[in-house]
C-alpha cells in the first residue's frame, strides 16, 4: 500500500506552472507596490528620485514568500536600490497588508529584474549582420 504524501513540499516540483491562485495573489501584490512606490511612501535618500517599476510577483506554492522583480529605470547599479527596497522591506509589508487582505502577508524577497537586459541583447543579436544574412536567404552571398 502506498503512502499518500502529506503535502508539505509537495506541491512545488520543478517546472511546475504556478497555480492560478499564486498568480492572482502575485499580482495583488505587485499592483500594491507599484502603487505604493508611484506615491512614494518610502522614506529612504537611495529611493528619493527613482523611478521604480515592479515587472512581476512570484509567489511560492504556500504564498508565504514573495519575489518581486523590480528595475530601477535609469540606474546602471541597481544593488544600492535592492538594499534600500530589502531595508523597507517591514514598511513595505505593512503598506501591503493595509491594501490587500490575505490570511497570511508574504514575506518580500526583492530581486533585480533581468528579462529587460535579455530582451536588448536578443534584440541586438537579431539585428547582427549574420543573421540578418541568414533571415534574408543568403541574398548577399552571389
Known amino acids: 500500500m502506498k503512502r499518500r504524501s502529506s503535502g508539505k513540499g509537495s506541491g512545488h516540483e520543478a517546472g511546475k506552472p504556478p497555480s492560478q491562485r499564486q498568480l492572482r495573489v502575485g499580482e495583488l501584490i505587485r499592483h500594491a507596490l507599484a502603487g505604493i512606490f508611484s506615491r512614494g511612501d518610502i522614506q529612504d535618500p537611495v529611493l ?13 506554492p504556500d504564498l508565504r514568500n514573495a519575489s518581486v ?27 501591503v497588508a493595509r491594501e490587500v487582505t ?6 518580500l524577497r526583492f530581486v533585480e529584474d533581468t528579462s529587460f537586459d535579455y530582451a536588448e541583447n ?19 552571398e552571389e
Open 69 to 95: 522583480f523590480v528595475v530601477a529605470l535609469g540606474q546602471q547599479d541597481q544593488r544600492p536600490v535592492l538594499e534600500a527596497l530589502s531595508r523597507a522591506t517591514r514598511f513595505l509589508k505593512g503598506e
Open 102 to 107: 490575505l490570511r497570511h502577508m508574504p514575506d
Open 48 to 60: 528619493s528620485g527613482v523611478i521604480l517599476s515592479v515587472s512581476e510577483v512570484r509567489m511560492s
Open 122 to 140: 536578443v534584440e541586438g543579436i537579431l539585428r547582427s549582420s549574420p543573421v540578418v544574412r541568414d533571415l534574408r536567404g543568403g541574398e548577399e
